[in-house]
């Protein structure tokens, strides 16, 4: 029989990869949607979906609507980019609807909570950062994110219901937002237009978006243990030497303005992920990031041919 899995934030970049890849397996998928979802024309096509409209706010109602489950892979959150990182009563409303997801989970008697974790939950860490790291978040989103890591590890343990936080560090991908760094950059070398950037000196590693499906794919299917699992290709480097390898890609004549744009007030972070529990469940980035920039390229390259 094929395994019940329900997914918020469907429609997000995550969402959306993680719903086109379990398609292709045994999976039963009930998509969670917000009811004014500009992108739920992406996932409405797909024959193994069922698709719940919820407002986070109403999360608590999702047994009720829903009935049982095996697996719950909570990846809904707002204010993840920007200034909205740092609103407090938005991160603590994450916090709450995101609770109230778990609890509709063990209601349906989910097997296994997934939930999407970040980088943001360790703050700034010098040198390598393990999963047992001392957290210190430094922006309200990593501190909210990481009370929540907190409060589900206790709450699966005593429910006795698996519990795995893949920890996103920085992910990337064609079918990302066009504000992020990397698409941004990429579209305005295509058009040779001037590129305003910090100065580039933090470590820093990318993780094409497949590469990052597998890794989740891996913790739902193989016997692994709980908690935290940092997602990073292991390609660590100067965030200039990535930008000059987008600037080759590209072919652009753009001048890249090192310097032009400060840093945040919570200062210059760097990350550089230790890998090894993620790569001890038998996964492997495949996806060079020279492979997945040309990919980016690609989709920009045709729709300004279109």
């Not at 069922?50 to 407002?55: Q, R």
């Not at 950062?129 to 501190?143: F, M, R, V």
């Not at 206790?154 to 064609?174: M, Q, T, V, W």
Request: some cysteine; aromatic content about 12%.
């Amino acid at each position: 029989m094929d395994k019940k899995v329900v997914i918020t934030g469907a429609t997000s970049f995550i969402g959306q990869a993680l719903i086109d890849r379990m398609c292709m397996e045994s999976y039963k998928i009930i998509a969670v949607i917000r009811p004014d979802s500009y992108d739920k024309l992406k996932i409405y096509n797909q024959k193994k979906i069922h698709i719940i409209e919820s407002d986070m706010s109403d999360y608590s109602k999702l047994g009720n609507k829903i009935g049982e489950c095996d697996i719950f892979i909570s990846l809904a959150w707002n204010g993840t980019r920007g200034i909205a990182r740092d609103n407090a009563i938005q991160q603590k409303q994450n916090y709450f609807y995101s609770l109230q997801a778990l609890h509709a989970a063990m209601e349906m008697g989910c097997k296994l909570f997934m939930s999407a974790g970040s980088q943001a939950e360790y703050g700034k860490v010098d040198g390598k950062i393990l999963e047992n790291a001392i957290c210190h978040p430094i922006t309200e989103y990593g501190k909210w994110k990481l009370a929540f890591y907190n409060e589900a590890s206790l709450y699966c343990i005593k429910n006795k219901i698996a519990f795995k936080e893949p920890r996103f560090f920085s992910l990337y991908g064609e079918n990302d937002a066009a504000t992020t760094m990397v698409v941004d950059t990429i579209k305005k070398m295509l058009m040779n237009e001037p590129c305003k950037l910090t100065k580039c000196i933090q470590n820093w590693d990318y993780l094409y978006i497949s590469d990052a499906i597998e890794g989740m794919m891996r913790l739902l299917d193989t016997e692994c243990e709980d908690g935290a699992y940092n997602f990073g290709s292991g390609d660590v480097r100067q965030l200039k030497s990535y930008v000059e390898e987008m600037y080759a890609l590209t072919k652009s004549t753009s001048k890249l303005l090192f310097g032009a744009v400060e840093y945040p007030h919570t200062g210059m972070v760097s990350i550089w992920p230790d890998i090894n529990k993620l790569q001890e469940t038998g996964w492997a980035a495949k996806v060079s990031f020279a492979e997945g920039i040309q990919k980016v390229i690609n989709k920009y390259n045709i729709s300004q041919v279109i």
